[in-house]
């Protein structure tokens, strides 16, 4: 019981020091991250340039080809905007009826143990996700020293 008392603090002491980022952090990385992007796709359109052998005229319809299929991206994005809230509000919902469900079927002491169990395997699935992420970034710029 002790263990499992201590196994949670220190989840909840994890949880809690990685959610101090603050608005400005997110403003600043997504900053960081548009200017990565865009840095990428100069470099990429240089090579294509290089490789394919292209005119200047070429490349500024490549260019232009590229913006627009972004901008169709981002307005299919934002159509779809009000269907993934939509959809969020209804798994939130299913999880509060299932957790007040439980909490009538289960002893205190058992809705707890369950409570705990839940939230450990959350942060595990956590952790699975995020060591995918890390692989897939190894993976890619892995690809890169290959060629």
Not at 58 to 76: D, F, G, S, T, W
């Amino acid at each position: 019981m002790k263990k499992l008392v201590l196994a949670i603090a220190f989840i909840g002491m994890g949880s809690f020091a990685m959610a101090q980022t603050t608005p400005q952090d997110k403003q600043a990385k997504r900053a960081e991250f548009q200017q990565k992007r865009e840095q990428k796709e100069q470099e990429h359109l240089a090579q294509m340039q290089k490789d394919l052998n292209l005119s200047q005229a070429q490349v500024a319809q490549i260019r232009e080809l590229h913006a627009n299929k972004k901008a169709e991206m981002k307005a299919e994005f934002d159509k779809n905007k009000d269907d993934r809230q939509a959809k969020m509000e209804q798994m939130k919902a299913k999880r509060a009826q299932m957790d007040s469900d439980m909490k009538k079927i289960l002893s205190p002491e058992q809705y707890d143990k369950w409570q705990a169990d839940r939230k450990a395997k959350m942060e595990q699935r956590k952790g699975m996700m995020k060591d995918r992420k890390m692989m897939k970034k190894q993976m890619n710029t892995a690809a890169p020293a290959a060629n």
